[in-house]
């Protein structure tokens, strides 16, 4: 079992950056593949970016494909998102997801993360 808290929300303006973070208290975190998911007022839940058990295979959402970069460090229990280049579509509840696999690749279904953090608020003004 895996629990997970993010941080790093808030609010900045369009064109700008934040760092989420998400911590993992697991003493198998090593083992875990990552995503990180975002769902904004009125709208589904939908992929954001994941990477695989050593950070070595990542995948985006094409809405954040070049802006966005996720990472993990295993040795600090910890996951993180970079964000640049925020636009207002950006906005939403972002949330980080584990699932224990140690295959090479990364996870786009949601359904696929059995743990899940409580998400922290992301807000973009213009």
């Known amino acids: 079992q895996v629990q997970l808290a993010e941080s790093g929300g808030g609010l900045v303006q369009a064109g700008g950056s934040l760092r989420l973070s998400c911590a993992a208290s697991s003493h198998t975190f090593s083992t875990y593949a990552m995503g990180w998911f975002r769902r904004a007022p009125g709208r589904e839940r939908e992929f954001v970016a994941a990477?695989?058990?050593?950070?070595?295979?990542?995948g985006y959402a094409d809405s954040v494909k070049g802006r966005f970069t996720i990472s993990k460090d295993n040795a600090k229990n910890m996951v993180f998102l970079q964000m640049n280049s925020l636009k207002t579509e950006d906005t939403a509840v972002y949330s980080c997801?584990?699932?224990?696999?140690?295959?090479?690749?990364?996870?786009?279904?949601?359904?696929?993360?059995?743990?899940w953090g409580q998400g922290t608020q992301v807000t973009v003004s213009s």
């Open positions: 997801a584990a699932r224990r696999s140690t295959s090479s690749g990364w996870h786009r279904n949601s359904d696929e993360y059995p743990h």
């Open positions: 990477t695989n058990w050593n950070g070595g295979s990542s």
